[in-house]
């Protein structure tokens, strides 16, 4: 069992992610550079949270998409993409890592899911919102916006780019978006 506020992210990546896969590159690549963005703008901020947490709740706010049906990003599961969230949480309880990170990952997909997004996508209702509600869930919620997992290694995507992407979604994604926007730059 892990301490509440310790997790060894690397062990529970390298359990679902074999090392020199591509999709392991694709998942580490991208959620380094979600976590050097949020570090960033916690350190910035002068934020209080510990940024080993930042760390590790970057690092494994996508270990969901393995069980997807992603073929783009090398994910040749049965389930569907915007699910990997409340997969990802699924994953990490079972591994027994502390609850911030299954939190984390439950609820950074999008700037946010309600459960009404979530019904009209035919999906199964989660009972409940699964939009971010702590600070820590929020920040990598805002920071994995930035960077695609189809270009790792490319620079950050532009706000104006990540708007746009987040109006597709309508307009209260767009405000969703903007909010954590307010917060953190």
């Known amino acids: ?29 991208h959620s380094r550079q979600v976590a050097d963005m949020a570090l960033d703008i916690a350190r910035r901020k002068g934020f209080s949270e510990d940024a080993d947490r930042i760390e590790a709740a970057a690092m494994l706010h996508d270990i969901g998409i393995c ?13 569907p993409y915007l699910l990997h969230g409340t997969i990802g949480a699924r994953m990490l309880r079972e591994a027994h890592a502390p609850e911030w990170a299954a939190a984390v990952a439950e609820r950074h997909t999008g ?19 699964l939009c971010p509600r702590t600070r820590l ?13 189809t270009h790792v ?3 950050p995507k532009p706000v104006e780019k990540v708007e746009a992407a987040m109006a597709r979604f309508g307009a209260a994604a767009a405000e969703r978006f903007k909010a954590l926007r307010a917060e953190f730059e």
Do not use: N
Request: charged share 25%; aromatic share 10%.
């Open 111 to 129: 700037a946010g899911l309600t459960r009404s997004d979530i019904i009209d996508a035919g999906l199964p209702d989660p009972g409940e919102d």
């Open 153 to 155: 290694g490319a620079a």
């Open 1 to 29: 069992m892990y301490d509440a506020r310790a997790c060894d992210w690397q062990s529970i990546l390298d359990a679902y992610y074999p090392a020199g896969t591509p999709l392991r590159s694709i998942i580490e690549g």
């Open 67 to 79: 069980r997807t049906d992603a073929p783009g990003i090398q994910c040749f599961g049965h389930e």
């Open 137 to 149: 869930e929020r920040l990598i919620c805002y920071a994995d916006k930035f960077f695609s997992k």
